[in-house]
């Protein structure tokens, strides 16, 4: 078992950063693959960005990618999302997860453990 919690979110303006963390504790984190997601108010989790467990290979939906950027720091057991560029249309639940061995890493249903969730608000 893994337990997530994700922290770092609020409200911005469009054009801000903001840096998300997820905090990982309980089975070794660096064992996992892992992901950010999405969901913004009356649609579906979409995925954001996934790195790799040594943090070598990196993923990211095309809507994000050059703005947001996914680290790890395994020492830590933490899990990052560097979002620069914010818009208005980047407001939603930001949701960290591990992903199982083997699978892509752009659908849900092939990550096991996730967290709470925390909100992002880029106000235009």
């Known amino acids: 078992q893994v337990q997530l919690v994700e922290s770092g979110g609020g409200l911005v303006q469009a054009g801000d950063s903001l840096r998300l963390s997820c905090a990982a504790s309980?089975?070794?984190?660096?064992?996992?693959?892992m992901g950010w997601f999405r969901q913004a108010l009356g649609k579906e989790r979409e995925f954001v960005a996934a790195i790799s467990w040594s943090g070598g290979n990196t993923y990211y939906a095309d809507s994000v990618k050059g703005r947001f950027t996914i680290s790890r720091d395994n020492a830590k057991n933490t899990l990052y999302l560097q979002m620069n560029s914010l818009k208005a249309e980047d407001t939603a639940i930001y949701y960290c997860?591990?992903?199982?061995?083997?699978?892509?890493?752009?659908?849900?249903?092939?990550?096991?453990?996730w967290g709470q969730g925390t909100q992002v608000t880029v106000s235009s």
């Open positions: 309980g089975r070794a984190f660096s064992n996992y693959p």
């Open positions: 997860a591990a992903k199982r061995d083997g699978g892509s890493y752009y659908y849900t249903t092939n990550y096991i453990y």
